[in-house]
């Protein structure tokens, strides 16, 4: 029952490896979800498990509902009907990270850039000078050479997003999500994202789910790839990704890298055309 | 190079354009002189003014314009983030708000002589009233408006409702809230210049232009309205620096 990582007050353990309890347990579990949105049927009775520690990319048709997924699970969208537990327990005793596509409108362009991650800090009732160190040991733990004085509309997109990204991470959560957080940055800065995701994810064990709508990006960066159907959704499959990490520039060309990528693509495009 | 210095210059390019056709109107006497005497003259009218009764109206219209702006604000922008946090509330008195925001605040004169006489009390009200209405409708919507994926993102770290209306809603609504502001003050001037002509006034610039023109002193009377209109310039161009000082992420 009792597998919540370390939480409680513990300033030096930025980013501690979550604890694994039972490895082969599914860290979330969705059973008999549903949801509506007027007549479409987004959702029909949907189970899923999510497995810890690991990156799922869900990756699917437009409007298959990928989005919509894990806005359910982060409890940003309620849902009609159906359960999601985490090691058992409720989202309101977890924590949990969440970044969205548009960095300008999820950040808070009145705070700096070290006050904005310091924020969810703020909200779990962390004394002040606690929330410094936390997220000063953050900063210095990520090894993230950024400005953080600056306000977020005085940085890049490729920055704003690592701020984001940062405050998502500062409360040491158990689950992140990630809506698509690349998709709003140029091509540069998408593949040097990628790469310090990458990073982080490794070095946190963080079990993370990201919505991507580019699928070589989605193979890269994931575990497993979650493939959607067409609404209402099915797992139209769930393949290992398994190429060692960390992923370079050469994976891409990998042979393992390149058939699980034509496989998902054969699925996803079969999706489609069942239309 | 030269030529940037020069673009440096171009926003005074319209005041010389005016000063020379007003000079040269008046030295080719295109116009009657009694009706409009040359720059130097008023200008002479203004300087001699702003340090004798003229200055005293300025002060005058100046504490006006401000108490009724302070009244509006204090009353408007608590109710217009109350207005602009819940909806319904917001729809069942939306008719009621633009209603009377659209009623010129002049027709309301006679209504608050009633009330509060023929003194101060009533000037200044009548322009809060206006000017309460302008900044309401507009903190309402800065609050309404506030950014959906940043209430859900303060949602998604745990804040109460409460905290996102204090540490999100409110700060989005800060823009909306000084076009409010600009707007409000820019009305209350009109309302109490226009009280100060008309509503038995001894005092203020509306006062001052008035008694020139009934006593034929054109130059003070353009003295006057020049003096009113540095004001109106004057305390928009100090909220667009309060503005850009504490809101200084709008726009961006």
């Given at each position: 029952?009792?597998a919540?990582?370390?939480?409680?007050p513990?300033p030096?353990?930025?980013?501690?490896p979550?604890?694994?309890?039972?490895?082969?347990?599914?860290?979330?579990?969705?059973?008999?979800l549903?949801?509506?949105?007027?007549?479409a049927?987004?959702?029909?009775?949907?189970?899923?498990?999510?497995?810890?520690?690991?990156?799922?990319?869900?990756?699917?048709?437009?409007?298959?509902?990928?989005?919509?997924?894990?806005?359910?699970?982060?409890?940003?969208?309620?849902?009609?009907?159906?359960?999601?537990?985490?090691?058992?327990?409720?989202?309101?005793?977890?924590?949990?990270?969440?970044?969205?596509?548009?960095?300008?409108?999820?950040l808070?362009?009145?705070?700096?850039?070290?006050?904005?991650?310091?924020?969810?800090?703020?909200?779990?009732?962390?004394?002040?000078?606690?929330?410094?160190?936390?997220?000063?040991?953050?900063?210095?733990?990520?090894?993230?050479?950024l400005?953080?004085?600056?306000?977020?509309?005085?940085?890049?997109?490729?920055?704003?997003?690592?701020?984001?990204?940062?405050r998502?991470?500062?409360?040491?959560?158990?689950?992140?999500?990630?809506?698509?957080?690349?998709?709003?940055?140029?091509?540069?800065m998408?593949?040097?994202?990628?790469?310090?995701?990458?990073k982080?994810?490794?070095?946190?064990?963080?079990?993370?789910?990201?919505?991507?709508?580019?699928?070589?990006?989605?193979?890269?960066?994931?575990?497993?790839?979650?493939?959607l159907?067409?609404?209402?959704a099915?797992?139209?499959?769930?393949?290992?990704?398994?190429?060692?990490?960390?992923?370079?520039?050469?994976?891409?060309?990998?042979?393992?890298?390149?058939?699980?990528k034509?496989?998902?693509?054969?699925?996803f495009?079969?999706?489609?055309?069942r239309? | 190079?030269?030529?940037?210095?020069?673009e440096?210059?171009?926003?005074?390019?319209?005041?010389?354009?005016?000063?020379?056709?007003?000079?040269?109107t008046?030295?080719?006497?295109?116009?009657?002189?009694?009706?409009?005497?040359?720059?130097?003259?008023?200008?002479k009218?203004?300087?001699?003014?702003?340090?004798?009764?003229?200055?005293?109206?300025?002060?005058?219209?100046?504490?006006?314009?401000?108490?009724?702006?302070?009244?509006?604000?204090?009353?408007?922008?608590?109710l217009?983030?109350?207005?602009?946090?819940?909806?319904?509330?917001?729809?069942?008195?939306?008719?009621?708000?633009?209603?009377?925001?659209?009623t010129?605040a002049?027709?309301?004169?006679?209504?608050?002589?009633?009330?509060?006489g023929?003194?101060?009390?009533?000037?200044?009200?009548?322009?809060?009233?206006?000017?309460?209405?302008?900044?309401?409708?507009?903190?309402?919507?800065g609050?309404?408006?506030?950014?959906?994926?940043?209430?859900?993102?303060?949602?998604?770290?745990?804040?109460?409702?409460?905290?996102?209306?204090?540490?999100?809603?409110?700060?989005?609504?800060?823009?909306?809230?000084?076009?409010?502001?600009?707007?409000?003050?820019?009305?209350a001037?009109?309302?109490?210049?226009?009280?100060?002509?008309?509503?038995?006034?001894?005092?203020?610039?509306?006062?001052?232009?008035?008694?020139?023109?009934?006593?034929?002193?054109?130059?003070?009377?353009?003295?006057?309205?020049?003096?009113?209109?540095?004001?109106?310039?004057?305390?928009?161009?100090?909220?667009?620096?309060?503005?850009?000082?504490?809101?200084?992420?709008?726009?961006?």
């Amino acid at each position: 029952m009792n597998a919540r990582p370390a939480i409680l007050p513990d300033p030096t353990g930025v980013l501690a490896p979550v604890a694994r309890v039972s490895p082969g347990r599914p860290h979330v579990t969705i059973r008999g979800l549903s949801k509506r949105f007027d007549k479409a049927v987004i959702y029909d009775k949907f189970d899923l498990d999510i497995p810890r520690g690991e990156l799922i990319s869900v990756f699917g048709p437009n409007g298959c509902g990928k989005s919509t997924l894990i806005n359910m699970i982060a409890g940003l969208t309620p849902p009609d009907e159906g359960q999601i537990l985490f090691d058992g327990m409720l989202l309101s005793e977890i924590k949990f990270g969440y970044v969205f596509q548009n960095y300008r409108e999820a950040l808070f362009p009145w705070l700096r850039a070290f006050d904005n991650i310091a924020y969810p800090l703020k909200m779990m009732k962390v004394p002040p000078k606690e929330r410094r160190l936390r997220t000063e040991k953050l900063v210095a733990h990520l090894g993230i050479k950024l400005d953080l004085n600056l306000f977020p509309y005085q940085m890049s997109g490729g920055q704003q997003q690592l701020v984001s990204i940062m405050r998502s991470l500062v409360v040491e959560p158990e689950i992140l999500f990630l809506d698509e957080p690349f998709s709003a940055l140029d091509y540069e800065m998408t593949l040097f994202m990628r790469d310090q995701l990458q990073k982080l994810f490794i070095e946190s064990g963080t079990t993370m789910v990201l919505v991507s709508h580019d699928l070589e990006e989605a193979v890269y960066l994931a575990d497993r790839v979650l493939l959607l159907s067409r609404h209402p959704a099915r797992v139209a499959d769930f393949p290992r990704v398994s190429v060692s990490r960390p992923r370079t520039d050469a994976t891409l060309s990998d042979p393992e890298f390149v058939r699980i990528k034509a496989h998902c693509l054969d699925v996803f495009q079969r999706e489609v055309r069942r239309a | 190079m030269k030529i940037k210095r020069l673009e440096a210059l171009l926003p005074i390019v319209g005041v010389a354009g005016l000063l020379a056709i007003w000079s040269l109107t008046t030295w080719r006497q295109w116009v009657d002189p009694v009706l409009l005497p040359s720059p130097i003259l008023t200008f002479k009218a203004m300087w001699a003014g702003m340090h004798g009764a003229l200055g005293f109206d300025f002060v005058k219209t100046v504490y006006r314009t401000a108490a009724a702006t302070v009244i509006a604000s204090v009353i408007a922008i608590p109710l217009g983030i109350l207005l602009g946090a819940s909806e319904k509330i917001y729809r069942s008195l939306e008719f009621v708000i633009d209603f009377f925001r659209s009623t010129p605040a002049s027709a309301m004169f006679p209504l608050f002589l009633v009330l509060f006489g023929v003194g101060d009390e009533t000037k200044i009200s009548v322009a809060a009233f206006g000017a309460a209405l302008v900044i309401l409708f507009n903190v309402a919507y800065g609050v309404m408006n506030a950014r959906k994926t940043r209430l859900l993102a303060a949602k998604v770290m745990g804040a109460s409702r409460l905290r996102v209306l204090f540490d999100v809603m409110l700060l989005e609504s800060l823009p909306q809230t000084f076009v409010g502001l600009r707007n409000g003050i820019s009305l209350a001037l009109v309302v109490i210049v226009v009280a100060e002509m008309f509503i038995g006034s001894q005092d203020g610039l509306g006062h001052s232009v008035f008694e020139a023109q009934q006593l034929f002193e054109m130059p003070r009377m353009y003295a006057a309205i020049f003096a009113a209109g540095v004001l109106g310039y004057g305390l928009n161009l100090l909220f667009m620096l309060i503005e850009r000082r504490f809101v200084h992420w709008s726009g961006k």
